[in-house]
């Protein structure tokens, strides 16, 4: 059974850093897609960034670009989001989330469509 964990949220000041972590567990293929998503209250979900396990390309949406980066341990079957500069916009629910045999841009572009989600972890920013 494929499990997914986010952990890593919670309150911090605005400009600070926080680093989530995405637990994987239950892949029997090494041929699967991880991104992180985030939802703030009352917004729609949005695609952070997607890394591919087979050739560790990444995707980045475009609101995203400089301040997050996304990056794995294999050996330890963790994704990592590392977030900087963080604003009050930032503000949301994270989910990992990923599905077998797509790449980073297809998780971020289909995230509908991918099987396995983590249960979410809060990011707040004061300012």
């Known amino acids: 059974e494929v499990q997914l964990q986010a952990s890593g949220g919670g309150l911090v000041q605005v400009g600070g850093s926080l680093r989530l972590s995405c637990n994987i567990s239950?892949?029997?293929?090494?041929?699967?897609?991880i991104g992180w998503f985030r939802q703030a209250p009352g917004k729609e979900r949005e695609a952070v960034s997607c890394l591919s396990t087979t050739d560790a390309r990444t995707y980045y949406g475009d609101s995203f670009k400089g301040r997050f980066t996304i990056s794995s341990d294999s050996a330890k079957k963790v994704v990592y989001l590392q977030m900087n500069n963080l604003q009050p916009e930032d503000t949301a629910v994270y989910y990992c989330?990923?599905?077998?045999?797509?790449?980073?841009?297809?998780?971020?572009?289909?995230?509908?469509?991918?099987?396995?989600w983590g249960q979410g972890t809060l990011v707040t920013v004061s300012s």
């Open positions: 239950g892949f029997t293929f090494d041929d699967y897609a």
């Open positions: 989330a990923g599905d077998y045999f797509v790449n980073a841009e297809y998780a971020c572009r289909e995230d509908k469509t991918l099987d396995y």
